[in-house]
């Protein structure tokens, strides 16, 4: 299937359950905060709400214990300052 649509398969090696844990973390972040909450009529819909709240909720303002209490922005920010 993934070749059909012109997808690439992203695998780690064998026995690395970690490697997807972030980003299962923020789907069910996703859900819990957005996506169960609302009834989207259309997939444009839903793909305008959850693009706003990936952009402008989570990215700049909820902060994260895991990211020392910032935001990814903040980091990001962060990141860049110590390697100019």
């Known amino acids: 299937m993934l070749e059909k649509y012109g997808f690439e398969g992203s695998m780690s090696k064998k026995g690395d359950c970690y490697d997807n844990a972030p980003i299962e973390s923020f789907w069910g972040i996703l859900k ?14 839903a793909e305008a709400d959850i693009t706003k709240y990936i952009e402008l909720f ?7 214990k895991g990211l020392d209490f910032k935001t990814p922005n903040q980091m990001a920010e962060d990141f860049y300052k110590l390697a100019a």
């Open 32 to 45: 819990n905060e957005l996506v169960h909450h609302r009834n989207y009529k259309t997939r444009e819909e």
């Open 58 to 64: 989570y990215n700049q303002q909820r902060i994260q």
